[in-house]
């Protein structure tokens, strides 16, 4: 079984700064893309930003150049820095790991975190 743990989320004024981290653990041979969506109340989770096993990054254009996705491939962990915080970025963030299980399959499979909340007060 894969485990994601996510940690990092919290209170913070508009204008302040989060930190958030995830660790996939478990039966794990590689990992692929790692991703951070969000899901605000009544409505859908939607993608934050992606980066994969090489580097390449992906980010909503609501997050460009506020938000910073990065990884430790060593440490199968995830980590977004979010800056410049908005009232409009509250929601529970959710982080997603594309895992091969079993080595020479090259197949991933999609697993998720359980969701940290982030609140930004105006």
């Known amino acids: 079984q894969v485990q994601l743990v996510e940690s990092g989320g919290g209170l913070v004024q508009a204008g302040g700064s989060l930190r958030l981290s995830c660790a996939a653990s478990?039966?794990?041979?590689?990992?692929?893309?790692m991703g951070w969506y969000r899901q605000a109340p009544g409505k859908k989770r939607e993608l934050v930003a992606t980066?994969?096993?090489?580097?390449?990054?992906n980010y909503a254009d609501s997050v460009k150049g506020r938000f910073t996705i990065s990884r430790d491939n060593a440490k199968n962990t995830v980590y977004l820095q979010m800056n410049s915080l908005k009232p409009e970025d509250t929601a529970v963030y959710y982080c997603?790991?594309?895992?091969?299980?079993?080595?020479?399959?090259?197949?991933?499979?999609?697993?998720w975190g359980q969701g940290t909340q982030v609140t930004v007060s105006s």
């Open positions: 997603n790991a594309m895992v091969m299980k079993v080595a020479g399959t090259r197949r991933f499979d999609g697993y």
């Open positions: 980066i994969g096993s090489g580097g390449s990054i």
């Open positions: 478990g039966s794990i041979f590689s990992v692929g893309t």
